[in-house]
């Protein structure tokens, strides 16, 4: 059973332009969340997503980023004109939805965002 | 809101040695989850261990116990006889309990455990 799969590992951008980063999670789950690691710090909380609905984005900046999680295909987290601070370690994570299992979460290897 | 702090930023441990690394946390909710996940240099998030607070007895994976304390809200853990493989960031983590709040993970700002040949 593949983990969950995050692509790409490394991304760099210059200051305006757009990052996209994809995540598929592990077979099964239908529960999405995406975190930011700035560096030496720990992990934030950005935005929990279900099929086709965002579920709480209360740590998602008001502009700039986007998520979304279809009904086919990968969670792509989105952020438009990219500034320096946006730099970081981007970790989705995947959850099962049987109940007693929801809890816990299995995350990627995240995608290394790195803004010149 | 809930709050998680490890107020270790790094800690060593002779290989083979018994280690603690220490984790408290604040909250209202009387039920919750907490986690221990372990980040090596590879950067990958690895669940090393959880805990549900309603349960009363600490959890224990192989080399890995938890010493969870529901009255005065801490939650370490311990890792015995540690080996190279070991060293890591480890973060605590909070989780609320279903229906009672969000289900994001709240994160500590970690401990990194240097393990000594």
């Known amino acids: 059973n593949a983990g969950v799969m995050q692509n790409p590992r490394h991304l760099v951008r210059r200051r305006g332009q757009e990052a996209r980063l994809r995540c598929s999670p592990m077979k099964g789950h239908s529960h999405v969340y995406w975190y930011r690691q700035l560096p030496e710090e720990g992990l934030k909380f950005m935005v929990y997503l279900q099929k086709e609905n965002i579920i709480d984005e209360s740590g998602m900046p008001k502009e700039r980023f986007s998520a979304e999680f279809p009904k086919e295909g990968p969670s792509i987290l989105r952020i438009q004109q990219v500034v320096r601070g946006d730099s970081a370690a981007y970790f989705c994570?995947?959850?099962?939805?049987?109940?007693?299992?929801?809890?816990?979460?299995?995350f990627g290897p995240g995608t290394r965002l790195l803004v010149l | 809101a809930q709050t998680v702090t490890q107020s270790q930023p790094e800690m060593s441990v002779q290989e083979a040695e018994t280690v603690t690394l220490s984790c408290t946390y604040d909250t209202s909710e009387s039920d919750y989850y907490l986690f221990w996940y372990k980040q090596p240099p590879s950067r990958q998030m690895i669940l090393v261990i959880r805990q549900e607070a309603y349960k009363q007895q600490n959890a224990t994976e192989n080399r890995f116990s938890v010493n969870f304390q529901k009255a005065a809200k801490s939650f370490s853990l311990k890792i015995s006889d540690s080996q190279l493989g070991d060293a890591a960031m480890y973060f605590c983590a909070y989780r609320s309990a279903l229906g009672s709040g969000t289900y994001k993970y709240i994160f500590g700002t970690g401990t990194r455990l240097k393990v000594l040949a």
């Open positions: 994570a995947s959850s099962p939805t049987r109940e007693g299992q929801l809890e816990t979460q299995y």
